[in-house]
């Protein structure tokens, strides 16, 4: 059954197509990625589809529930179930956890707080009272939000490279919650540029110069992901490569 | 053991207190409350006294701390206007003896208010060696009504002192604010200062803060946060002069503006003598959207995003 359909969607921004063609449709409960390399205009569909206010002048339609949502703004587009953890996080001044869990459950609930913060490895009692602010490092931010994001039980979750700026032993609670989203039924929209990440998804579209150019089950865009985008002849073998070289001079 | 006289309107006033609840509750915390001329309760504690003159349209307080006086548990005041309007009229004389340490809260409660004009002048005296906090909270209506706060403050703060006055209205809609504060330093001494507001619809603030940093060696710190939306405007004066030797200070302005919000900050700071030292900072600047972006993706509305954005930037730590 499908729950979310991207059709013909396009974004300018400063005279220039930013999203090109983007379609794709995602059925309900599965994990579903969008993958490319950095600049491809991943976090850009992110964005279109929460309905942030820059990028709501879009071509074609964003269809949700089989309803269009292109007119919607970012609450009511929460308020079907829509919602998005940001590639970095932001932190607020003056919110502790436990105030900031609470307006994902809409009360106070101890024992579901200590839950969804232990589901993302965090201590329920080092944690609760601390602020969501500059003290967390990236990562704990990063956790934090996982953990308001699964009392929020959103139906279709949006993630932007979950892996990002997460520490080694951390991303195995990322993946448990990917595992959890499964679980529980909700959608998620897994956003990555990572092997890695892509192998926990069922199914996905390749993205490359704001164009959405393969879409299939896992091995088959594992099979296109190191080969050119027909569409701006960017050879993907080569960039990773280039990668693989930087990473070795670090390694030196 | 003398029993708390639970009548309408001392219900009422803890029915509408958040975090100080149950301070007005504990025998073993003292606390004053006046509602518009008329005290409604009150539980002294050893090693204060408290005499409390009922006016026609207020009431003149002294509060007197002899010397070596250190209470651990601050001293809770309230100043209400239930069922009332019109005028309340407020002088406090505040006498803190050598080497005594007091910290008083004081809770100024409209919520039910319309046509109220708060209007208050407190003398402070540090005796040396001395400290004195003092917090002032105030829980206005959250529907748009006349009232009014004109409130003055001055402290002489004695050798070696620490003097630290902060006033909070950030719970309902403040109205009309005029405040002055206003502290003398003398040697060793330490001043602090702090605003923290939040001005919505018409709201009007007008916030003077003033150090004066006459001893050597004195130090001083003014801080305000102050956040306006909608037509809210409001200014804030914050001076800091050193007139002594070795003084040092720092004036600290964060402003938040949102829709037609206005804000202004003009600090003033000033140093007679080159042994000292005073700085100043101020950011003005807007609600992040990206923060608001995060809320709103979790279904909050825009307006109640900006609140509890505003709400944590103006929390007191
Ligand atoms: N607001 C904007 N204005 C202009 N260009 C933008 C804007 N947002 C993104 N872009 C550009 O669109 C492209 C895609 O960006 P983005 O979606 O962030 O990529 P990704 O998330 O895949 O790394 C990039 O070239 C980026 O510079
Ligand atoms: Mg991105």
């Known amino acids: 059954m499908e729950l979310l359909k991207f059709k013909d969607v396009r974004l300018e921004k400063e005279g220039k197509y930013i999203l090109q063609r983007v379609n794709f ?68 001044e003056g919110i502790k956890v436990k105030e900031y869990l609470k307006l994902s459950l809409k009360k106070e609930d101890e024992e579901k707080f200590k839950e969804a913060l232990e589901l ?45 700026g997460i520490d080694i032993e951390a991303i195995n609670y990322i993946f448990n919650m990917l595992n959890i989203f499964k679980q529980k039924g909700t959608t998620v929209l897994l956003i990555t540029h990572s092997l890695e990440v892509l192998k926990r998804a069922d199914r996905g579209t390749l993205i490359c110069c704001g164009v959405s150019y393969i879409e299939g089950d896992i091995n088959r865009l594992t099979e296109y992901f190191g080969t050119k985008c027909p569409y701006c002849e960017v050879d993907y073998s080569k960039i990773l490569a280039k990668e693989e070289i930087l990473n070795l001079k670090k390694g030196d | 053991m003398a029993k708390i ?82 005028l309340q009229e407020v002088r406090t004389n505040v006498k803190l003896g050598n080497n005594s340490h007091v910290s008083l809260i004081s809770i100024c409660n409209f919520v039910d208010g319309n ?26 209506p959250n529907v748009s009504s006349e ?19 902060e006033f909070e209205i950030t719970k309902g809609l403040i109205g009309s604010v005029d405040l002055e ?23 009007k603030i007008k916030v003077k803060e003033k150090g004066l940093l006459k001893g050597n060696y004195s130090r001083g710190f003014l801080y305000s946060k102050i956040a306006v939306k909608d037509q809210a405007e409001a200014d804030i004066y914050s001076d800091l002069i050193a007139t002594g030797k070795y003084a040092k200070g720092h004036v600290d302005c964060t402003e938040i503006v949102k829709d037609q919000g206005r804000a202004r900050a003009i600090p003033i700071i000033e140093v007679r003598d080159p042994t000292s030292h005073i700085t100043h900072e101020a950011a003005l600047g ?17 307006d109640e995003a900006t609140d509890i954005i505003i709400q944590g930037i103006l929390r007191r730590k």
């Open chain 2, 147 to 165: 009232i009014t706060i004109k409130a003055k403050t001055l402290a002489k703060v004695g050798y070696n002192a620490y003097y630290k006055n």
């Open chain 2, 5 to 86: 006289y639970a009548n309408d309107i001392f219900e009422k006033i803890l029915s509408t207190l958040e975090d100080e609840k149950d301070a007005f509750l504990n025998r073993d915390i003292a606390h004053l409350i006046i509602n518009k001329n008329k005290v409604i309760s009150s539980n002294l504690v050893y090693g204060i006294r408290v005499e409390v003159e009922e006016i026609d349209n207020g009431a003149n307080v002294l509060l007197e701390i002899e010397d070596n006086v250190k209470m651990e548990m601050p001293i809770f005041v309230c100043f209400a206007m239930i069922h009332q309007k019109g």
């Open chain 2, 115 to 140: 046509e109220i004009l708060h209007d208050s002048y407190t003398d402070i005296e540090l005796g040396e060696n001395s400290s004195y906090r003092y917090f002032e909270r105030h829980y206005h």
């Open chain 1, 25 to 92: 449709s995602i059925n309900r409960g599965e994990i579903y990625a969008i993958v490319g390399k950095n600049g491809a205009g991943k976090s850009t569909i992110a964005y279109t589809l929460m309905g942030i206010p820059s990028y709501r002048d879009i071509d074609g339609k964003i269809i949700f529930e089989g309803k269009e949502i292109n007119n919607l703004d970012i609450t009511q587009r929460a308020n079907l179930g829509i919602t998005l953890l940001w590639q970095e996080p932001v932190r607020y």
């Open chain 2, 181 to 203: 504060s206003e502290a003398i330093v003398e040697d060793y001494g330490v001043v602090e200062l702090g605003m923290y507001m939040y001005g919505r619809e018409n709201d």
């Open chain 2, 286 to 302: 807007s609600v992040d959207s990206k923060e608001l972006q995060t809320l709103m993706a979790k279904g909050l509305t825009e």
């Open chain 1, 120 to 164: 993302v490895g965090l201590n329920y009692r080092s944690y609760i009272d601390r602020y969501v602010d500059n003290s967390l490092s990236g990562g704990e931010r990063k956790r934090i939000e996982l953990a308001a994001i699964y009392l929020l039980n959103p139906k279709l979750v949006i993630l932007d490279e979950p892996d990002s």
